[in-house]
């Protein structure tokens, strides 16, 4: 089975084809959504909330992104991987580039991902010099979540949605490949998207993004608490994890998933 690359999921985005992507922590699920034909398996520091049981993803540290990415690396052979640069593990271009060495090393993921915006071009410009992919995420970014004041849309008013457009065009400028967009207004992502040259994914912020991530375990509707009202529980339309994975690749490839109820004007 030949493994997704950056080059194919760039030519996704030219064709106008969507991407899927989904979080995995384990080997056992990485092989199923493997199986299902998942693009992008993202071991997202999301783990320190559905799998550590933590209330948010500041406690995760670099050894356990490194633990996840390596049973989710053995289960799967075709997703490309990316795995979440921890809080506090990327304040400065060196250290980011001794954990993101770490990450693809140890962790055998493809890509690792970082939070924030332009406070970020001398890190990525350093990690892609040294061969690092870089995805970015702007928006909604859970390590800020006390600085956001909870989890909450962004990029409503003029004057935010204006500093997304300057971070966006400024990490793809210090060389990231992809950029997830997190609970922002759909006419927002579209315009980004548009903008972009690489490929932006989207949760939460509506079907215009060139691709779709959603976490796992909402999809499955395994939660705590309420699921987001940004995520679909896809197996309560059917009676196995399997089909339910095929339903979310069928939704996003045809563009009804995310429809308007699960986006934020
Ligand atoms: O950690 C995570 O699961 C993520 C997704 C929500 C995009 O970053």
């Not at 299902?36 to 500041?58: K, P, R």
């Not at 197996?235 to 429809?259: C, H």
Request: proline residues 3%; contains cysteine; glycine residues 8%.
């Amino acid at each position: 089975m030949k493994r997704i690359t950056l080059h194919y999921l760039q030519k996704l985005k030219e064709k106008g084809e969507k991407i899927t992507c989904l979080t995995a922590y384990d080997a056992s699920f990485a092989h199923v959504l493997d199986q299902a034909g998942i693009e992008i398996l993202l071991v997202g520091d999301s783990l320190g909330m559905t799998v550590q049981g933590h209330d948010s993803t500041l406690p995760v540290t670099i050894e356990n992104m490194v633990y996840h990415s390596q049973a989710v690396s053995r289960g799967s052979q075709r997703a490309f991987l990316i795995a979440d640069m921890p809080f506090m593990s990327y304040t400065t271009p060196e250290q980011a580039l001794q954990n993101a060495a770490c990450l693809m090393q140890v962790g055998q993921v493809h890509m690792v991902k970082l939070e924030g915006g332009r406070w970020l071009i001398e890190t990525i410009q350093r990690l892609t010099q040294c061969g690092i992919p870089v995805c970015g995420h702007l928006g909604l970014t859970p390590q800020s979540v006390h600085q956001l004041g909870g989890y909450r849309v962004q990029g409503r008013s003029i004057s935010a949605a204006e500093q997304l457009r300057h971070d966006a065009l400024a990490l793809q400028g210090a060389g990231i490949s992809l950029l997830v967009l997190e609970c922002i207004p759909t006419q927002l992502a579209k315009e980004l998207t548009q903008e972009l040259s690489i490929p932006t994914i989207g949760i939460g912020a509506g079907k215009e993004c060139d691709g779709q991530v959603l976490v796992l375990y909402d999809l499955l509707g395994i939660t705590r608490e309420k699921i987001p009202s940004f995520a679909k529980n896809f197996l309560q339309e059917t009676d196995s994890i399997e089909n339910a994975i095929i339903y979310f690749i069928r939704e996003v490839k045809e563009g009804s998933f995310p429809s308007a109820e699960y986006s934020f004007s």
